[in-house]
């Protein structure tokens, strides 16, 4: 066997080492003799990307986070920062859409679920600052929630995926889809039509989705909610 | 509609997903040594033949809201040629891939396991399949009736939850442990009080890619054996000694912090007759002081053998990982979403490093199928580590130990081998290269075997 074929010595350690070494691994002294093949690869160095990324990806989080609370701080309806504001909002937008994208990469409803609630709060914080006239709540929100809903209904048919991989991701696009029936009973709307045929549309999903799929929805939850 | 098998972790595994860092990714490797170089056509077949009789193996970890949980899966294995350094990173969050993957490098077959998944004892049943299916087709020797127990295969058996779960009712554990007493004495101070020493901490140079450094020790098992029984104590209590002193050697002075502490896994399986293949085992602390008494290699080893006996007693134990599955069961902490679990088992994990010098493991002497044996050389096994570790495992005669480290500095194995060669054992080193100036040699040599 291999270990009794002894490789160089060191004289130093007085113990055979395996492999090409020129010099002994313990103790760096010249080594003698006859090399043998080492039982293991010399593997080059890897510097993980993925470590250069994460850093990444916090700092433009952080970055992102930053500016829409420094934007909170200017007049909302300050006349002079304008265009500005949109552009700088636009841009913070994108960077948060994207950073959610990249993070929630390996299940696509997920991150449906996810741009929707990104996006949804973010058109509503961007009406606040400019002045409060309720267009998010009114047109955004329920317009996504309802498109959302469709959307993950094509992409899961489409890509064929697995019936617990998405499942609660649907529900939840249909629950979020719930949530405009509530600014409309609330008031916070000015045209009730975009809220209340979101809501219709979440309803039917939710009580589709309990009639063909109940059990699953149930294994799905206790399984992730398990105590 | 079928709907795939889930598990909840079990409670060792917890805290390797909590603990789970950069350059400690809580990955191990058990390897076989063949007589031949491993031909990967015939491997995959027998991974895929020992696979399909291994349930727990097809599963994934995934993150449910409160706990992680493990989840069956269609993936198959594919053998695959050592690229990668040992104990390499394999549980990524995001991704749904298998816990375990199997290398081969020349003759040796490699087997790398996640610890949330399996514990050694778990992982040497796969290899020792893996290796006589292997050497079945290669050399056709008969199968011989398999003596891995074939229920604790399954994805669902977690035998903490089977022997330590209701601390009311006497549970089959207890009634497993009515013959047994503890002999602990609890006045003596030796075996009962967290030290408020200072414990001395290994320090030094990152490898450059956060590589585990890994250097391996092969020597005759049955001499060292010898030699432990001359002096009274067991293998693993001088291994540990040896550790030690060769950790001590290699400080150039200890300072203040003059206590070694050592974490040793122990088996749980010897006392509670389970047959899972996921993780069953308990730690237990051991420690000694320098300048506190005799401080020879025979003496330090009968003081951590005294306190061993005290500590892996099996009432001792029973206690010990009672506490932690009352813990994990605490009604407070179900309901902490898991993010924030991980948090505080991290805090915990990062407690206990601070007291801890080195850690060990041994596997003890592995036997295999009749058939398969004599075509088997070295067998030994490496984890990836945040302080020096060591582990030893033997096949045969040949004892490997594989030492590895978060550093580069290899001092203490040094003076461990120094010391081996003194009591007239005869020792073979390998090393894994991993500093950048290794490397460059390796590299330099691979051009002149080529002809550049």
């Given at each position: 066997m291999s270990a009794e074929a002894s490789g160089r010595a060191c004289p130093r350690c007085e113990v055979s080492v395996e492999g090409d070494w020129s010099t002994c691994p313990l103790c760096q002294s010249a080594l003698t003799g006859r090399a043998i093949t080492s039982?293991?690869?010399?593997?080059?160095?890897?510097?993980?990307?993925?470590?250069?990324?994460?850093?990444?990806?916090?700092?433009?989080?952080?970055?992102?986070?930053?500016?829409?609370?420094?934007?909170?701080?200017?007049?909302?309806d300050d006349a002079d920062l304008g265009a500005w504001r949109f552009v700088w909002l636009g841009v913070a937008t994108m960077w948060l859409v994207v950073i959610m994208a990249i993070q929630k990469r390996h299940n696509l409803a997920k991150g449906t679920v996810y741009l929707v609630a990104i996006v949804s709060l973010l058109c509503t914080y961007w009406d606040y600052l400019t002045g409060w006239n309720g267009w998010a709540l009114t047109y955004v929100v329920p317009i996504l929630c309802a498109s959302a809903m469709i959307a993950v209904l094509i992409t899961v048919r489409l890509m064929r995926m697995a019936v617990g991989d998405h499942i609660l991701y649907s529900g939840l696009t249909a629950v979020m889809g719930l949530?405009?029936?509530?600014?409309?009973?609330?008031?916070?709307?000015?045209?009730?039509?975009?809220?209340?045929?979101?809501?219709?549309?979440?309803?039917?999903?939710l009580i589709l989705l309990q009639l063909a799929r109940g059990g699953q929805v149930r294994h799905e939850l206790s399984k992730r909610l398990h105590m | 509609?079928?709907?795939?098998?889930?598990?909840?972790?079990?409670?060792?595994?917890?805290?390797?997903?909590?603990?789970?860092?950069?350059?400690?990714?809580?990955?191990?490797?058990?390897?076989?040594?063949?007589?031949?170089?491993?031909?990967?056509?015939l491997?995959?077949?027998?991974?895929?033949?020992?696979?399909?009789?291994?349930?727990?193996?097809?599963?994934?970890?995934?993150?449910?809201?409160?706990?992680?949980?493990?989840q069956d899966s269609d993936l198959r294995p594919a053998?695959?040629?050592?690229?990668?350094?040992?104990?390499?990173?394999?549980?990524?969050?995001?991704?749904?891939?298998?816990?375990?993957?199997?290398?081969?490098?020349?003759?040796?077959?490699?087997l790398e396991i996640f610890h949330a998944l399996s514990d050694g004892t778990g992982a040497l049943w796969f290899l020792r399949d893996v290796v006589d299916a292997y050497l079945r087709r290669r050399h056709g020797h008969a199968r011989l009736e398999t003596t891995t127990p074939p229920t604790?295969?399954?994805?669902?058996?977690?035998?903490?939850?089977?022997?330590?779960?209701?601390?009311?009712?006497?549970?089959?554990?207890?009634?497993?442990?009515?013959?047994?007493?503890?002999?602990?004495?609890?006045?003596?101070p030796t075996t009962n009080r967290r030290s408020t020493r200072s414990v001395y901490r290994v320090r030094g140079t990152r490898t450059p890619d956060h590589r585990t450094r890994l250097v391996e020790l092969t020597l005759s098992g049955s001499e060292l054996a010898r030699q432990a029984k001359a002096e009274g104590v067991s293998l693993t209590?001088?291994?540990?000694?040896?550790?030690?002193?060769?950790?001590?050697?290699?400080?150039?002075?200890?300072?203040?912090?003059?206590?070694?502490?050592?974490?040793?896994?122990?088996?749980?399986?010897?006392?509670?007759?389970?047959?899972?293949?996921?993780?069953?085992?308990?730690?237990?602390?051991?420690?000694?002081?320098?300048?506190?008494?005799?401080?020879?290699?025979?003496?330090?080893?009968?003081?951590?053998?005294?306190?061993?006996?005290?500590?892996?007693?099996?009432?001792?134990?029973?206690?010990?990982?009672?506490?932690?599955?009352?813990?994990?069961?605490?009604?407070?902490?179900r309901i902490v979403p898991r993010p924030f679990k991980d948090g505080l088992l991290r805090l915990i994990n990062w407690a206990n490093n601070r007291g801890l010098t080195v850690a060990i493991s041994n596997l003890g002497r592995v036997t295999l199928p009749e058939g398969a044996d004599p075509h088997v050389g070295?067998?030994?096994?490496?984890?990836?580590?945040?302080?020096?570790?060591?582990?030893?495992?033997?096949?045969?005669?040949?004892?490997?130990?594989?030492?590895?480290?978060?550093?580069?500095?290899?001092?203490?194995?040094?003076?461990?081998?120094?010391?081996?060669?003194?009591?007239?054992?005869?020792?073979?080193?390998?090393?894994v290269r991993a500093s950048e100036g290794e490397l460059a040699e390796a590299s330099l040599d691979g051009l002149r075997e080529v002809g550049a």
């Open positions: 039982p293991f690869p010399a593997v080059p160095l890897t510097f993980s990307r993925r470590r250069v990324f994460r850093v990444l990806f916090l700092m433009s989080l952080a970055l992102v986070l930053a500016s829409l609370l420094v934007q909170l701080f200017f007049e909302r949530v405009p029936i509530v600014f409309l009973t609330l008031g916070w709307v000015y045209e009730p039509l975009p809220a209340a045929i979101c809501g219709v549309l979440s309803l039917i999903t | 509609m079928t709907r795939p098998a889930w598990v909840r972790l079990d409670n060792a595994s917890n805290i390797f997903l909590a603990a789970r860092s950069d350059a400690d990714p809580k990955v191990f490797r058990i390897f076989a040594e063949l007589n031949h170089e491993v031909d990967r056509g491997l995959q077949d027998a991974v895929d033949e020992v696979y399909d009789q291994y349930p727990l193996y097809h599963a994934v970890l995934r993150r449910g809201v409160f706990w992680h949980y493990l053998v695959i040629g050592e690229e990668l350094h040992t104990c390499a990173p394999l549980y990524q969050p995001h991704r749904r891939n298998l816990l375990f993957r199997v290398l081969y490098h020349r003759r040796r077959i490699n604790g295969l399954s994805l669902t058996m977690d035998s903490f939850a089977e022997y330590f779960r209701h601390p009311a009712e006497g549970t089959s554990g207890e009634r497993w442990l009515e013959s047994d007493h503890e002999d602990e004495n609890p006045g003596d209590m001088l291994l540990i000694a040896l550790f030690f002193e060769s950790v001590r050697l290699a400080s150039g002075g200890l300072g203040r912090a003059r206590t070694m502490s050592v974490s040793v896994p122990v088996n749980l399986r010897q006392f509670f007759p389970s047959t899972s293949a996921r993780n069953f085992f308990a730690t237990v602390r051991l420690e000694h002081t320098y300048g506190e008494g005799a401080d020879d290699l025979a003496s330090i080893a009968r003081g951590l053998e005294r306190r061993f006996a005290a500590k892996a007693s099996s009432s001792a134990l029973e206690s010990r990982v009672r506490r932690f599955v009352r813990f994990e069961r605490m009604p407070l902490l070295r067998m030994g096994f490496h984890v990836s580590a945040v302080r020096p570790q060591f582990c030893a495992m033997s096949h045969g005669d040949q004892m490997t130990l594989s030492f590895t480290s978060p550093f580069l500095e290899t001092d203490h194995v040094r003076e461990f081998a120094q010391m081996l060669t003194q009591r007239g054992l005869d020792v073979s080193v390998a090393a």
